[in-house]
């Protein structure tokens, strides 16, 4: 899973993340390798920030 350009560092995906894999870097935020491609942030982030 990737963030792109579109976040709007809200942060709300962070919270969505059971293994904690989504940090701030920079402007915006940016997924770790803890991801298990779980998908839970992905139908939290409300500008759909997050792809495969
Ligand atoms: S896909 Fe799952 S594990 Fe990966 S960053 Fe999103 S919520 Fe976290
Ligand atoms: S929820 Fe979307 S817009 Fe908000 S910080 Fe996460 S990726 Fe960025």
Redesign the pocket.
Known sequence: MK?TE?????????ESCPVGA?VESGE??TITEECTDCRA?VD????D??VD
Do not use: K, L
């Not at 939290?44 to 500008?47: E, G, N, S």
């Open positions: 963030i579109e976040c709007i560092a809200c942060g709300t995906c962070v989504i915006i935020y942030c939290a982030c409300p500008v920030a997050i």
